[in-house]
């Protein structure tokens, strides 16, 4: 590491910023000190000289209040000066040498002397969660006869009737269904949002508005008028935009303009989208004044009419969470892991985000070049120093409409990878978080909600990742393809005994091959055809000899027999193939893992992934439709040899599980 010494060592080790990590193989690769004076640079932190490393040094030894202490329900907590402790409600406690222990769980303040601190007192743990199995969903890829161009939530709302009254599916995990800048070009990545906060108004249902019911026969006729027909290839969000922006305009005055009460945040993103509708997707190059929302204005009637579009999702969201009432679990829905760099709430927090660099991930097997998601960072230091408010808030809005809330890259509330301007991925480092607070925010609004949560923990993850999340009774996340002894890269696919408890398991994500895909070697060829590969031939090999691999698990498990066809140069062709599909789903249910998950791109054969991580417009990310229509898929007997496969999963429902 040129140039590293010990006084920057402790430095970035004071700022939370790595000086060297350890990789997929467990190897340490040291951080190069340039790349570490830019990231505390980026915290505001001046590093490039002696003199500057020691007095930022001195400044971290200052005693100091914290911004935001973190407790556990039942922790009594030491303070160095009385003070008073002020509850949500108003309620004020004075305290003398230590914060009492028998706190309720909540958000509390603290002050003493000229110095405030925010109190978070966490529950000791969530509830445990049912066993159950379930559906893993792309929204906007499930379009019925009823949907504009891509799939919505009447759709999400018929298929959780269906599944839960014709199954007894106990839970449907949708893609995030956050909000994006309306404005063309659509982002198409429900993983680079506008919002976290707000729902994407592509998703709703247009003839289940009320505005819709109540409009006269000639307004309906127009609004019908606009529809777009369900995508067979790619999915079009510009075309089912301006579609439906058309729509709800129509509807909007139609209903008289109504004008909602608007909350600060509501506010804030509707001010945003009336702003952005004027000047353009890109707010930093807005008017000066209009780059922040304290002096940032707009047209009053076209923030109406973006708040009250919030409300019939609003509206929608609740009618389908209402729809899940009876499952075991019921609606989970999936929080991205950062916003678009230009979106609203880029705009919005500012103030807590780190301006200019990139989160991603560093290299490894599968993206050997490393990733640069384009999505900014919460600063650890403004979070601690504001209470954790605006990601409390982004929590609690979220969880809002859901019944469970799967944290996409959960290993971020310990660390993220930093892309300064201007590097490429591999030249980033991880800067540390708050995790104690990180997760009891996450706990207590999760217990406040009564939501399970699942930590997406895949990849690069620390094992302290993985034990706090069981701990906290929250759920991790084992795939098929990555099934085996963390411990040992390289060794055999565990069976299905040796599979974590405290999980949610299933044979792919949104950014892994297919079940199809996977035995056809599809993730192979279209990385190799798009040049994302060092060695394609190593790669062949590779893909060969994990499908010969998983073949022989499930054989060994008895789920396939000795000499039936493994779906690759056979006679039996697609029917090879599907018998190994169900065998895949018949290897998770006898699992031990407490939710067993079912993707519909993989019960009806389709090959390619929904994404391709290291591409944007190379691959057609985000944007395929399922091959079949919702309708098709209640027919469809793969779906019943899929669910019978489930039941064992199924069976276990409530069954126990030591704390």
Not at 326 to 348: K, N, R
Not at 418 to 430: E, H, I, K, L
Request: net charge negative.
């Amino acid at each position: 590491m040129a140039g590293m010494d010990s006084a920057l060592e402790q430095l970035a080790a004071a700022h939370g910023v790595a000086t060297w990590y350890r990789d997929a193989k467990r190897r340490r690769v040291d951080i190069d000190a340039d790349v570490v004076r830019r990231v505390l640079g980026l915290l505001g932190v001046s590093a490039d000289n002696p003199a500057e490393i020691r007095d930022a040094l001195a400044a971290t030894r200052a005693p100091r209040l914290p911004g935001t202490m973190v407790l556990r329900q039942g922790q009594q907590q030491r303070i160095s000066a009385p003070g008073v402790l002020t509850a949500e409600d108003g309620s004020e406690l004075p305290v003398t040498d230590s914060i009492p222990a028998d706190l309720a769980p909540g958000w509390y303040s603290l002050a003493s002397g000229n110095q405030r601190s925010t109190v978070l007192v966490a529950p000791p743990a969530l509830p445990e969660p049912p066993r159950t199995w379930g559906w893993m969903l792309q929204l906007y890829a499930l379009h019925s006869a009823n949907s504009w161009g891509l799939g919505d939530l009447g759709d999400l709302r018929e298929f959780v009737t269906w599944t839960a009254t014709t199954h007894g599916a106990g839970a449907v995990l949708v893609n995030p269904l956050h909000a994006v800048t309306p404005t063309h070009p659509v982002q198409a990545s429900p993983y680079s949002p506008s919002s976290r906060r707000f729902v994407n108004p592509l998703y709703l249902r247009i003839a289940d508005i009320a505005a819709y019911r109540r409009a006269d026969p000639a307004v309906r006729a127009e609004v019908d008028a606009l529809r777009v027909a369900p995508a067979t290839e790619r999915i079009d969000y510009d075309a089912v935009w301006h579609a439906k922006q058309a729509a709800l305009e129509l509807l909007w005055q139609a209903d008289g303009m109504p004008r909602p009460t608007i909350s600060g945040g509501l506010r804030d993103f509707a001010t945003f989208c009336a702003l952005a509708q004027r000047h353009g997707r890109r707010w930093s190059q807005w008017p000066a004044e209009l780059r922040h929302p304290a002096t940032a204005s707009a047209d009053p009637r076209l923030v109406a009419f973006h708040a009250w579009v919030q409300q019939q999702c609003a509206e929608q969201l609740a009618a389908t969470r209402d729809a899940a009432r009876d499952m075991a679990i019921g609606v989970i829905h999936d929080l991205a892991v950062g916003v678009d760099p230009e979106g609203a709430d880029a705009w919005a927090l500012q103030d807590v985000l780190a301006t200019g660099v990139t989160v991603g991930a560093p290299p490894d097997t599968f993206n050997q070049k490393g990733q640069d998601w384009g999505l900014p960072p919460w600063r650890p230091d403004r979070l601690a120093d504001t209470g954790y408010a605006a990601y409390r808030d982004m929590m609690r809005a979220v969880l809002a409409h859901a019944d469970g809330l799967r944290i996409d890259h959960v290993a971020g509330l310990w660390r993220l990878w930093w892309v300064p301007p201007g590097a490429s991925p591999d030249q980033g480092t991880y800067v540390h978080y708050d995790a104690a607070a990180m997760v009891a925010a996450l706990a207590l609004e999760a217990h406040r909600a009564g939501a399970v949560v699942i930590g997406e923990d895949l990849g690069t993850v620390e094992p302290e990742v993985t034990e706090t999340l069981a701990a906290q009774r929250m759920l991790g996340s084992a795939v098929l393809w990555f099934a085996r002894d963390e411990d040992a890269p390289g060794t055999p696919l565990l069976p299905a005994r040796r599979w974590p408890a405290r999980a949610a398991a299933s044979i792919s994500t949104h950014d892994l091959p297919t079940a199809l895909g996977f035995l056809r070697g599809e993730h192979v060829r279209a990385r190799a055809e798009l040049g994302l590969l060092n060695d394609e031939t190593a790669e062949w090999a590779q893909a060969r000899a994990e499908r010969a691999e998983l073949v022989t698990l499930l054989r060994a498990e008895g789920l396939l027999s000795a000499d039936s066809a493994d779906g690759e140069d056979s006679a039996d062709g697609d029917d090879g193939e599907h018998q190994i599909v169900v065998a895949m789903h018949e290897l998770l249910a006898r699992t031990p893992c407490r939710l067993v998950l079912a993707s519909p791109y993989d019960v009806v054969g389709e090959v390619r992934q929904p994404n391709l991580p290291g591409t944007v417009d190379q691959y057609p990310n985000w944007r395929l439709p399922l091959p079949v229509t919702l309708e098709q898929l209640r027919r469809d007997p793969r779906v019943e040899r899929v669910v019978a496969a489930l039941q064992p999963a199924a069976s276990a429902i409530g069954s126990s599980m030591e704390p």
